[in-house]
């Protein structure tokens, strides 16, 4: 997960996402609790799929830009069992979901709601939510 984060610059720090396929939700909170702490900007650079896309609820949105490479992947939360078997977690979903800021709560219920599907989003549809990066 932190091979996603690089670069903090002296001069104007930010923290900048190449690449995350997602993870494990806890340490993408503990991750992006610190950085909204901190200050620091957010560049999403890359793919940022799955819990990565917690970091839209956790830091604040004037403090994130989007690059031409942005992508940002939501689908409904799941969970593995002791046997590894993957099961979804609708209440986990809703929660996320309605954590999110509208624009991209509003993004996602136009497309038919959290699902196992993967939705991304990107290009205009996401500079339209979040500015360029400068």
């Known amino acids: 997960m932190l091979a996603l ?16 396929p997602g993870g494990q939700v806890g340490p993408f909170i503990e991750l992006f609790d610190k950085v909204r702490e901190s200050g620091e ?14 970091v839209l609820m956790t830091v604040p949105a004037d403090r ?12 409904a939360a799941r969970s593995m069992d ?3 078997r993957m099961y ?3 209440e ?4 996320v979901h309605d954590a999110y800021p509208e624009p991209i709560r509003n993004w996602i219920s ?4 959290l699902t196992s599907r993967m939705l991304l989003l990107r ?12």
């Open 5 to 20: 984060l690089t670069g903090i610059a002296a001069a104007r720090a930010e923290v900048r996402i190449l690449s995350s």
């Open 41 to 54: 900007r957010v560049v999403i650079d890359g793919p940022c799929l799955s819990a990565c896309t917690l």
């Open 64 to 75: 994130i830009c989007v690059t031409r490479r942005a992508v940002l992947g939501f689908h």
């Open 82 to 84: 002791r046997r590894g």
């Open 88 to 90: 979804a977690e609708p």
């Open 92 to 95: 986990a979903s809703k929660a």
């Open 110 to 113: 136009r497309r038919g709601g």
């Open 123 to 134: 290009g205009r549809e996401l500079a339209a939510i979040y500015p360029s990066c400068r």
